[in-house]
């Protein structure tokens, strides 16, 4: 784990002592090229307030509505992002990759 995400990890931490919501974005996996390593990770608070990054342009903007959403329902998931046939002009991977990621909310007090 490099200084930027024990960073990230921080923030979260900070965010919930002030008694925000939050949910952690996690790269679980990548295949070919991708934006950002396995373990980059991205933290969300309940106003969308985020900090860090697993992706970027179209695919960041989507995994901040999913933790919004995750915050909400407190159901964690994995959200997989890669371009196809069928969603080239979607949100997806320019670079021909392909990315997991791991959404959960971030429950109980900060220890």
């Known amino acids: ?5 024990l960073d990230i990890l921080k923030t ?3 965010w919930k002592a002030e008694g925000r919501s ?6 679980i996996s990548t295949w070919g090229s991708s934006p950002q390593p396995v373990g980059s990770q991205l933290a969300v608070d309940g106003e969308g307030n985020f900090e860090g990054s697993v992706s970027g342009g179209c695919v960041e903007g989507a995994v901040i509505t999913e933790a919004l959403d995750i915050i ?9 992002y890669a371009v196809t046939n ?3 002009f979607e949100v997806g991977l320019a670079c021909g990759g ?8 971030l429950d109980g007090p900060p220890t």
């Open 86 to 88: 069928d969603n080239a």
């Open 1 to 5: 784990m490099g200084r930027e995400d």
């Open 22 to 27: 939050v949910a952690l974005a996690t790269v």
């Open 12 to 14: 979260a931490h900070a």
């Open 72 to 80: 909400e329902t407190g159901d964690a998931r994995i959200l997989e």
């Open 98 to 105: 392909a990315i997991s990621i791991y959404v959960e909310r």
